[in-house]
Nanobody, 124 residues
Framework: QVQLVESGGGLVQAGGSLRLSCAAS????????MAWFRQAPGKEREFVAG????????RYADSVKGRFTISRDFGKNTVYLQMNTLKPEDTAVYYC?????????????????WGQGTQVTVSS
């Protein structure tokens, strides 16, 4: 059974940085794509960034390009989201997602596995 556990959220001032972690277990993730989504109050869950586990390919939402970086550590089975130059509009619950696929999708229904989420709050 695939399990995803996020950590690293918190409260930060605008312009600051946070690094989120997603510890993955329960499978060989060689054939998986991993992604980060976020959901702000009253809004739909939206794609933030994705990565092919066995490749260097990454994809980002336009709103975070140049500020966020997704990466993974094979040895630790962990995916990271480094978030720099944070803005108040980045405030949301951030979710890690995974599915068996050769390509990254921005659609939330594409992903079979989800973590419980971690809150990120950016104050102005």
């Amino acid at each position: 059974q695939v399990q995803l556990v996020e950590s690293g959220g918190g409260l930060v001032q605008a312009g600051g940085s946070l690094r989120l972690s997603c510890a993955a277990s329960g499978s060989n993730f060689r054939d998986f794509v991993m992604a980060w989504f976020r959901q702000a109050p009253g809004k739909e869950r939206e794609f933030v960034a994705g990565i092919i586990w066995s490749d260097t390919y990454t994809r980002y939402a336009d709103s975070v390009k140049g500020r966020f970086t997704i990466s993974r550590d094979f040895g630790k089975n962990t995916v990271y989201l480094q978030m720099n130059t944070l803005k108040p509009e980045d405030t949301a619950v951030y979710y890690c997602a995974a599915t068996r696929s050769p390509a990254v999708s921005t659609a939330k229904d594409f992903y079979a596995y989800w973590g419980q989420g971690t809150q990120v709050t950016v104050s102005s």
